[in-house]
């Protein structure tokens, strides 16, 4: 299947999901790197309070956070498969011991990243084919997908220009980060029922308000856009 989207009968699970829907709301945020994703699920949980709950990925987890430093480190060389590979893993112990009991409570789970970002960066921009790295994450997940997903479109070379400390991925540069924001692109079309797409360069203040907007909607069971 190579680096192509998701095939019509993925896209449809894909949309779908695979599990059946818990008490809670699973909120996630998306984009390439410096788009203003960890600000933005700072500013919504602070807005909710106690109701929410923030994760980061990978991380939130002993096992996850042994994973974030090892694939943020910029030394280490790391093939797309075992990056692919090491991502799942965090999610899976995320996904297990802190977002499913969470959203069992109730609460609005809030996650700066989540398998969308693996379809993006390893699926498409690393070409190891959308729909094999989906599959992998829904095994890994028992299926989980978010409720509603905030996609913080902003061209490439304006998040470069942002200040924050380079990692592993963002030091390949510009050509990965235009590959990721086609994928993105390309992602929020097929699944514009739990995508919502907001321009992301603007003030922090007006993305949080169109956010929780988005949020607001999604609790009521109203659509996304």
């Not at 409570?105 to 699926?123: E, H, K, N, T």
């Not at 924050?164 to 390309?186: F, K, N, P």
Request: charged share 25%.
């Amino acid at each position: 299947m190579g680096g192509g989207m998701l095939g019509h009968a993925t896209a449809t699970a894909f949309a779908a999901g695979t599990v059946a829907r818990v008490a809670g709301l699973f909120v996630t945020f998306e984009g390439i790197d410096r788009s203003g994703k960890t600000t933005q699920a700072r500013m919504l949980c602070e807005a909710l309070g106690n109701q929410a709950l923030a994760v980061r990925e990978p991380g939130g987890t002993a096992v996850g956070e042994r994973v974030r430093d090892l694939l943020k480190e910029p030394h280490v060389e790391i093939a797309p498969h075992a990056e692919a590979l090491l991502f799942a893993a965090a999610r899976s112990e995320l996904c297990r011991q802190v977002i499913r009991p969470a959203l069992e409570q109730g609460r609005v789970v809030i996650s700066d990243r989540f398998l969308d970002s693996s379809l993006a960066y390893q699926g498409e921009a690393r070409g190891l084919g959308v729909e094999e790295v989906f599959e992998m994450n829904r095994w890994a997940t028992d299926g989980l997908l978010p409720d509603l997903t905030i996609y913080l479109a902003i061209d490439p070379h304006a998040a470069a220009a942002r200040a924050g400390g380079g990692d592993r991925i963002e030091g390949e540069g510009l050509a990965l980060q235009e590959r990721v924001a086609q994928a993105y692109e390309r992602l929020a079309a097929a699944d514009a029922g739990r995508w919502r797409r907001i321009d992301a360069d603007r003030p922090a203040e007006e993305i949080h308000a169109e956010v929780l907007a988005a949020v607001d909607a999604a609790r009521a069971g109203a659509p996304a856009a």
